[in-house]
């Protein structure tokens, strides 16, 4: 299984990356309605899927995208947590309902649901588009950067559960570290890494 990060309308670049892959998840803000058009015609979405980030437009996702706020999932042989979204810190700059959703993150109904789930469902591995809020301070950002509600949110998921792994694009930065048991890989742009099914 390849794990993808951002993508942001780089369509051939991605067609590329999965092309000699089996199966792959990228971890959001794949593009808008032109990417969508483009994945839909030329990408298998029985191969191919993708977690929605904060630059994904919610009100026409493609096939491709995985449907819910979150879900444990059995993707090809591939079993997961999924969680989407996260806060845009350039909202300010965009435009409603063109360039900025104000879903992006996730809703309070959700974040319940998720944190009453997470210690029954144990996943070995966790795929979502933002990182815990302890990734930024463990030196994920070079920068004092606020906390937002889906940071604070994937802490409290660490909190209860730690998985194996945990992968995570947003940041646009290649970066791994360990955190107590938990292994964190952050994706940089049309960056990826392989999962062995059987790992």
């Not at 463990?138 to 950067?145: E, I």
């Amino acid at each position: 299984m390849r794990i993808i990060g951002d993508v942001h309308g780089y369509i051939k670049k991605y067609q590329q990356i999965i092309s000699d892959c089996t199966a792959s998840v990228q971890l959001g803000d794949m593009g808008l309605s032109d990417t969508y058009r483009q994945l839909i015609a030329l990408v298998d979405v029985d191969l191919h899927r993708f977690i929605p980030g904060n630059h994904d437009d919610y009100s026409q996702l493609p096939p491709h995208a995985f449907p819910k706020d979150w879900d444990y999932v059995n993707f090809q042989g591939f079993q997961f947590l999924y969680i989407r979204g996260a806060y845009s810190i350039d909202k300010m700059w965009r435009e409603p309902y063109i360039s900025w959703w104000p879903n992006e993150e996730l809703g309070a109904k959700a974040a319940i649901e998720l944190v009453s789930a997470i210690a029954e469902i144990k996943p070995r591995i966790i795929l979502s588009h933002d990182a815990p809020f302890l990734c930024y301070q463990s030196g994920l950002v070079n920068r004092p950067f606020a906390s937002s509600y889906t940071a604070r949110l994937l802490d409290r998921v660490f909190e209860i559960y730690q998985p194996e792994m945990w992968f995570f694009g947003h940041h646009h930065k290649n970066w791994i570290t360990k955190i107590d048991n938990t292994m964190f890989v952050g994706l940089g742009i049309c960056q990826y890494v392989e999962i062995s099914l059987q790992s």
